[in-house]
Nanobody, 118 residues
């Protein structure tokens, strides 16, 4: 079955960096784009970044452009999110998600908490 396991979240100060990891199984990872989403308290879940299966095209939410970088290792079936210059408003639970052309339903892992405060 499909499994997505996120890790790497922590409590940090503004300006710090974190690297999130999502290890996947149960599907052909190299066939699909992968995305990172986040959900802050009291807010809807939002897409942060997407990287296609060939690693040639990435797109980002305006709020994280220039600070976050999504990458993937198809051999390890793993997707990463490097987050630099973190801000208080980046505080959220972060999730990875299988993206285009996946049509097998929505799968979410347990998420990983990122807390940014001074």
């Amino acid at each position: 079955q499909v499994q997505l396991v996120e890790s790497g979240g922590d409590s940090v100060q503004p300006g710090d960096s974190l690297r999130l990891t999502c290890v996947t199984s149960g599907f052909v990872f190299s066939n699909y784009a992968m995305s990172w989403y986040r959900q802050a308290p009291g807010k809807e879940r939002e897409r942060v970044a997407t990287l296609d299966s060939t690693k040639s095209r990435a797109n980002y939410a305006d709020s994280v452009k220039g600070r976050f970088t999504i990458s993937r290792d198809n051999a390890k079936k793993t997707v990463y999110l490097q987050m630099n210059n973190l801000r208080v408003e980046d505080t959220a639970v972060y999730y990875c998600k299988i993206s285009s052309p996946w049509s097998g339903g929505d799968y979410w892992g347990q998420g990983t908490q990122v807390s940014v405060s001074s």
